[in-house]
Structure formats: structure tokens, C-alpha cells
């Protein structure tokens, strides 16, 4: 049985919550729809779950989580500047001249 030899080899399995792990890509993918959602799920004191349910119901997220992005599309956090581009321009520069 794979779960007493799971038990036996002292293999920890540990799983990530599939409603934590959808809530956190709406967060992560969604636009200002889901920002007002946030907005409006706080201020009425209601929790996740219905947070999902309006996700899934009002804005039809289901879609725009599960389907496939091209490598060319801009994401919601494109627009956040950590400083990499200068980063990466500057180690660029650098690599030019110790050529």
C-alpha cells in the first residue's frame, strides 16, 4: 500500500491548498475588476469563499486563470519596476566591456 510505504521511507507529502492556490492567481492575474472585488468583499466582512464565488460568478475569472498566455503578453505585475531592467542593463554594459 503506497501510504504505509510512504510512512515507512518517512516521506513528508505536503499538498498546497487548491482554494488558497486559485484565490492567490486571481489575485496575481486579475485587473481592477478583482481590486474592486477585494474592495467590496472586505468592506462587506465576507471571506474567501465568497470572494471566489463572486470571482467565478460575476467576473468569469475561471477563463482568464485557466487559459493559456502567450510568452509575449503582459502580465499585472509587469508595470511594478523592482529595478531588474537597470540591473540588467547595467550587468549588460559590464559584460561589453570585459569583452
Do not use: M
Amino acid at each position: 500500500d503506497l501510504k504505509t510505504n510512504i510512512n515507512a521511507t518517512k516521506i513528508r507529502i505536503d499538498v498546497y491548498d487548491w482554494n488558497y492556490a486559485y484565490t492567490q492567481a486571481l489575485i496575481a492575474l486579475g485587473n481592477e475588476g478583482i481590486g474592486k472585488l477585494i474592495i467590496d468583499v472586505v468592506l462587506n466582512r465576507e471571506g474567501l469563499a465568497r470572494f471566489r464565488k463572486y470571482a467565478q460568478d460575476k467576473l468569469n475569472y475561471d477563463k482568464f486563470i485557466f487559459r493559456i498566455k502567450e510568452p509575449s503578453e503582459e502580465l499585472p505585475w509587469d508595470n511594478i519596476d523592482l529595478g531588474l531592467k537597470h540591473i540588467v542593463k547595467s550587468l549588460g554594459e559590464k559584460l561589453i566591456r570585459a569583452l
